[in-house]
């Protein structure tokens, strides 16, 4: 079936170091949308991607959208502690269709140490 | 704030029983959906609904049901619980329930089963 596979699992970085994780979708993706989760809380939306090649930023975070949609991925560059939590990719149940439901990766657990 | 509201926070029960998990989701969302989060295991889509109306189903157990009432609030049915059931489980609310609207989570039911 369908998966949506998240790399790495773990990451610990030292504060001020980046940090990426890569997102990679068995099929075609009409849209990706990013999470973090913070320990102990819930998945809280961070962007959605649409466009081949699609690249966002949000202050230190940037977003990518892979050029064939099928795989994305997120870069924090100098890390802080408030950046700790669980970073998890979501795509479409199915490439075009008007279901709603999404995907998700299992995430990556983001550690930083000050 | 989310604006989508779970409750209980927290569900502790005995193996063979039926617990009721409730959500209401943010002011104008027609899509609610629940999602299960083990340990690890990212977060699995259980089902979502759209006005009333069930719209996809995921890897829901036989033994789970849920429903959307006329108000929009949902309840998700837990029965012959299994200690393999213990997770978080969230419930997430849309705009029009399309794989383009973000989802918003509230901040989960932790369910233990001993």
């Known amino acids: 079936g369908q998966q949506v596979m998240q790399i790495p699992q773990y990451q610990h970085v030292q504060e001020g170091e980046d940090f990426t994780t890569y997102c990679n979708s068995s099929t075609t993706l009409s849209n990706i949308q990013w999470y973090k989760q913070r320990p102990g809380g819930h998945p809280v939306f961070l962007i959605q991607l649409v466009k081949s090649g699609e690249v966002k930023k949000q202050k230190r975070l940037t977003f990518q959208f892979g050029e064939a949609k099928k795989n994305s991925s997120l870069h924090i560059t100098a890390t802080q502690t408030t950046d700790v939590g669980t970073y998890f990719c979501a795509g479409p149940q199915n490439y075009g269709g008007s279901q709603g439901n999404l995907i998700f990766g299992k995430g990556t657990k983001l550690s930083v140490k000050p | 704030d989310s604006g989508v509201t779970q409750t209980p926070k927290h569900l502790i029960t005995a193996t063979g029983q039926r617990v009721t998990l409730r959500c209401s989701p943010r002011s104008g969302d027609l899509s609610v959906y629940w999602y299960q989060q083990s340990l690890d295991q990212g977060l699995q889509f259980l089902i979502q609904y759209y006005n009333g109306e069930e719209r996809a189903k995921g890897n829901i157990l036989e033994r789970f049901s849920a429903q959307q009432f006329p108000d929009l609030h949902s309840e998700l049915n837990l029965s012959s619980l299994e200690l393999g059931d213990s997770a978080l489980y969230f419930c997430?609310?849309?705009?029009?329930?399309?794989?383009?609207?973000?989802?918003?989570f509230g901040n989960g039911t932790r369910l233990t089963v001993t």
């Open positions: 997430a609310s849309s705009a029009i329930g399309d794989s383009t609207s973000p989802l918003h």
